[in-house]
Structures are given as structure tokens and as C-alpha cells.
């Protein structure tokens, strides 16, 4: 029988951590086979969302772990984290990772529980170097790796306006690290030289949506930002398709999966070099950087140049395009990850049986 792999997660949804995780679902390599699993069955929406604070839920979803008896366990996000903590406490003696997402901690809780997991689990993985470096003190030889975040090739989107056209899109969750408001301040600018500029923000309310749709009503934005609410793949490219730039003002970061989506889509990023988007994106080259100083003067005057010089962003696009052509896939790094690990393990004789 194949040895199983449990990457538990807190809930299937449309985030970074989510998809990467379905593309790796049910993916074999030799005796290795990785399967999802989620502290969560059934969470929709964000009053769904609400009810993922429950301690009895992760209590019971530890006692589900703990039957399911893995090879291995990878544990992503602060909820995952404490159902990992409390099954070792319900007598899992599995093989534990820690997989870290994000170059900082999201909140008191979550700091609290990756430190206490870091110290407890056999290896640390990160979706990237940055949030390796940067989200926690390593402890003295603990394993670490970094896997890659590619979750798919994706073919460039046919545009259907002649390009670059000032029109811009994000998609993600309406959350505060995403910072959307600060998206909008920064295309109101670019609006005031191009009043034909448009905004599209797709994507579910993570609590910032009524304050979105005020501040957009206030500033007399109604005609050119829209909010559509979440997307299936399919929505989101035939909207790509309409864009010249994707635009994202996030406080913090680990890989970023839209950042690279897009890229690979052929739209031009106008970022915040947060997290590893530092690391895989250029300034003047492959993207527009949004830096604290001097501001969004320079990124908006970069931006109105590329739009006045369409083979200044043709350029740009193509070198977008092809940042990423070499890198390998994640279900197929995080299988040679796992393998990797379970036979050192085996060598040590530290796998414990089930």
C-alpha cells in the first residue's frame, strides 16, 4: 500500500494555500500518496468562516487525524497548526511538517501556535525563501525546504482591449493584508490622468467589503471600480482578458500565487515587493514595485508612462511571462518533498508505526 500523506488544512476555499493543495490531491510518486484533509468540511462563505473558532471542532478534527493514521502529516495555517498540537496530545506519533505561508504572523494566536509547533514537528517547510527568513526564529537543526509554488502553467490571456489599456484587476480576498483601500487610493490617482480607467476586485469578503463599497461611493468611483464577488477560474480569466495591469497592495506575503497567476496570464504587476514577490519580480523589468518611499507617485508615473508607450509594457509583459517557465510544479516538488523525507526518516528508523 501507497504510504499516505495528510495535508490538513483549515477549510476548502479559493486562497493560495487552498488551490496549490487540490492540485497536489490524490498525486502518487512510487509508494507516496498525498491526500487532503480539512479541520473543516463545510465552510462557504464568511459567516461560514465565523464558526472555525469552535475548540470542540478542533478537538474532533485531531481525533480524525489521529484515525486516519498518515505517514506523514503537513499542517498549513494557525488552525491546522492547533489540530496538529492536539492530535500529538490524542496519541498521534506520525511524522509532523510545518508548512508556513506567510512571511508574518496574522495574529497573537497564530504566532503562539507556529512557535510551538516549529519546536515540536521533524521538518519546517515555507512556500518561499522570505517567509522562511523572515516569519520565525528556526530552531537549532530543524529541516527545512522550500517548495515551489507554481501550481499550473497557465497560458497568457488573449487581451481583449488593444493593450495597455488603463484597466486593472485583483483577485483575492477582500482582506486587510491584502490592503484593497490603499489598491483604490492608488487608482484614483491614475484615474484623475485617465478618467476611462477601470478597477476589477474578484473575490469574497474577508471584512473589508462594506468599507470598499463606501469609500468607492464616497470618492465617485461607483462607474469605474467594481466588485464582483468570488470567481471560478474561468470568470477570472475571461476578466483578465479585459485588464492591461494586476493590482495588489498587500501588507504581507509568502509566495503570493495570485501575483505569479497573473504574470503568467500576461498582465503586467503594479505590487508591493512584500514577502517573496522581492524576489521573483524586477522593478522597470517585470513589474512596477509600490514602495512606502517615495510612495505611489512613482509607481502611478510608471504606470500613465507604460500606458503612453505600449512597447515599453509589451516588453514588460513578455518578461513577465517567462519568470516562471523553469520552475517546477508544486504537486510535483511537494511529492518529492514528502518521499525525500519518509526515507531519511525510514534510514534514521524514526517513522513511527501506526
Not at 493560495?16 to 468540511?41: C, K, P, Q, T
Not at 488573449?158 to 488603463?166: F, G, Q, V
Not at 484587476?169 to 484623475?192: N, T, V
Not at 509607481?299 to 505600449?310: G, H, M, R, S
Request: some cysteine; aromatic content about 6%.
Amino acid at each position: 500500500m501507497p504510504r499516505k500523506i495528510v495535508h490538513l488544512i483549515p477549510y476548502d476555499g479559493i486562497g493560495g494555500v487552498e488551490m496549490a493543495a487540490a492540485s497536489a490531491e490524490g498525486v502518487v510518486l512510487d509508494d507516496v500518496r498525498l491526500e487532503r484533509m480539512f479541520v473543516f468540511e463545510k465552510v462557504q462563505d464568511r459567516s461560514g468562516r465565523g464558526k472555525t473558532f469552535d475548540p470542540l471542532a478542533l478537538w474532533r478534527a485531531a481525533g480524525r487525524l489521529v484515525q486516519a493514521k498518515p505517514d506523514l502529516v503537513i499542517l498549513s495555517l494557525w488552525r491546522a497548526v492547533l489540530v496538529g498540537l492536539l492530535a500529538r496530545l490524542r496519541g498521534c506519533r506520525s511524522p509532523i511538517v510545518l508548512f508556513l505561508h506567510n512571511s508574518l504572523d496574522a495574529h497573537t494566536l497564530d504566532k503562539w501556535a507556529t512557535r510551538l509547533a516549529a519546536g515540536e514537528v521533524e521538518a519546517i517547510w515555507a512556500d518561499s525563501q522570505q517567509t522562511l527568513d523572515q516569519r520565525l526564529p528556526i530552531p537549532d537543526g530543524k529541516p527545512v525546504r522550500v517548495i515551489s509554488f507554481i501550481v499550473e502553467r497557465r497560458e497568457p490571456v488573449r487581451m481583449e482591449t488593444p493593450p495597455p489599456a488603463p484597466d486593472f484587476i485583483f483577485w483575492g480576498r477582500l482582506a486587510d493584508q491584502k490592503d484593497p483601500l490603499r489598491s483604490i487610493a492608488l487608482f484614483e490617482q491614475i484615474r484623475e490622468k485617465r478618467p476611462e480607467a477601470t478597477l476589477t476586485l474578484i473575490g469574497p469578503d474577508g471584512g473589508l467589503r462594506e468599507e470598499i463599497e463606501r469609500v468607492v461611493a464616497s470618492r465617485g468611483l461607483a462607474e469605474a471600480v467594481r466588485l464582483t464577488g468570488a470567481m471560478d477560474r474561468a470568470g477570472i480569466e475571461q476578466a483578465a482578458a479585459k485588464a492591461s495591469f494586476y493590482l495588489q497592495t498587500s501588507r504581507y506575503e509568502g509566495m503570493a500565487l495570485s501575483v505569479i497567476e497573473a504574470m503568467q496570464a500576461g498582465l503586467v504587476p503594479v505590487v508591493t515587493p512584500v514577502g517573496e514577490i522581492a524576489s521573483y519580480t524586477m522593478p522597470g523589468e517585470t513589474a512596477i514595485w509600490i514602495e512606502n518611499t517615495p510612495g505611489e507617485g512613482q509607481a502611478v508615473a510608471k504606470v500613465l508612462e507604460l500606458i503612453d508607450k505600449p512597447e515599453l509594457w509589451t516588453t514588460m509583459r513578455a518578461r513577465s511571462i517567462s519568470s516562471f517557465a523553469e520552475r517546477p510544479l508544486y504537486r510535483d516538488d511537494i511529492m518529492l518533498a514528502a518521499r525525500a523525507m519518509l526515507d531519511e526518516l525510514g534510514r534514521k528508523g524514526s517513522v513511527t508505526a501506526q
